[in-house]
Nanobody, 118 residues
């Protein structure tokens, strides 16, 4: 089992920044992928970004095109923690942001609310 705890969400004005954190604990595999997804009210959950830990692609990351230039994903392998730096936030970024851990089995965090006011 892997347990994920997200933090860093909140209320921010348009143009502002937030940094989300997700700490994983439990049976952490040497090679895994951690990522961020978001779900706005009435919308499907969508992927934001992902990053690899371990193996020859250690720290390889992928940010969905629509978020490139504003969002950056990073991780601290020693702490099994992944971060999502979100800049130039827009009201349409308002959503619940979920952390996901995958090593062949998927685990999800409880989500953290991000609200961007206009």
């Amino acid at each position: 089992q892997v347990h994920l705890v997200e933090s860093g969400g909140g209320l921010v004005q348009a143009g502002g920044s937030l940094r989300l954190s997700c700490a994983a604990s439990g049976m952490i595999s040497s090679i895994n992928v951690m990522g961020w997804y978001r779900q706005a009210p009435g919308e499907e959950r969508e992927m934001v970004a992902g990053i690899v830990s371990g193996g020859i692609t250690d720290h390889a990351d992928s940010v969905q095109d629509r978020f490139k230039g504003r969002f950056t994903i990073s991780r601290d392998n020693a702490k099994n923690t992944v971060f999502l730096q979100m800049n130039s936030l827009k009201p349409e970024d308002t959503a619940v942001y979920y952390c996901k851990y995958s090593d062949g089995t998927d685990y999800w965090g409880q989500g953290t609310q991000v609200t961007v006011s206009s």
